[in-house]
């Protein structure tokens, strides 16, 4: 099974590419799936990752990238939305980056007691150091176009990134809102703070709605556009698991989880 979801954007001067879509899905029995969204901004003045993944995307990410002719050495830009591992792993294979997150996320990350949590403890160390790192703070335009959104809730500084892009507006959420069920219901399955997460998502709301055909993309969900208060999926939900039940390599089963 290949994705077919390969989706790409050119709005005004902006070319967004999705290069891995994230999936609504929680697994029941061995911890989170981790299948999150990555997505590339390019543009005249600059080449931005907006979240990288964790390991299980290294390898597709690359591939990705490849495909679209971005080399890892092109990318001046990632933009993490928090510091959970499966979204902020892969910082690391972008040697010439900027890498922005939030203060008050990297100042959260970095008390998180080891092995309790989400928070890949070594990475964000190392991050603490790094020559490039960026520390970004509320309603900051952070790059032409782009502008931060600390919403709280998943994590105390969760940001969304917000591109004008001249005609309408992308909203990239991350973990801040999850998906279109948490983007209606105005809750959240992972969150610290009930209220803030619905604060947040109002908040990821007005930035949405300001004007008509306004895409949104979640940190685990397809994307999403906005005409007349109608939201409407882009592309297709794709997942699905290969197992090995039989005592042959040569049998395997497909499990889709798509609906």
Not at 34 to 59: P, Y
Request: glycine content about 8%; overall charge negative.
């Amino acid at each position: 099974m290949t994705s077919e979801n390969k989706q790409s954007f050119l709005i005004g001067t902006f070319q967004i590419d999705i290069i891995v879509h994230g999936f609504p899905g929680k697994s029941v029995c061995h911890g989170p799936l981790g299948f999150s969204t990555i997505a590339l901004i390019r543009h005249n003045e600059f080449t931005a990752l907006v979240d990288v993944g964790g390991f299980g995307q290294r390898l597709i990410l690359n591939q990705r990238l490849k495909e679209l002719g971005v080399r890892p050495d092109d990318v001046t830009d990632v933009l993490l939305t928090h510091s959970h591992f499966d979204h902020a792993i892969n910082w690391v294979n972008f040697p010439n980056a900027n890498i922005h997150i939030s203060r008050k996320e990297m100042t959260w990350a970095l008390e998180q007691p080891t092995g309790k949590t989400y928070v890949p403890e070594l990475y964000v160390a190392a991050l603490k150091d790094h020559q490039n790192l960026v520390l970004v703070e509320h309603d900051e335009e952070i790059l032409p176009g782009i502008k931060s959104l600390i919403c709280p809730g998943h994590t105390p500084g969760s940001t969304v990134y917000v591109l004008d892009t001249g005609d309408s507006d992308i909203v990239f959420t991350g973990d801040a809102c999850k998906n279109r069920a948490e983007l209606v219901s105005r809750a959240a399955d992972m969150t610290y703070d009930a209220n803030a997460t619905k604060n947040s998502i109002n908040d990821i709301w007005s930035a949405w709605s300001r004007r008509d055909g306004g895409l949104l993309i979640p940190g685990h969900d397809l994307p999403m556009v906005l005409n007349n208060n109608s939201i409407r999926y882009i592309g297709k939900h794709e997942a699905a698991i290969k197992v090995w039940f039989d005592d042959s390599l040569n049998k395997s089963t497909l499990i889709s989880l798509s609906p």
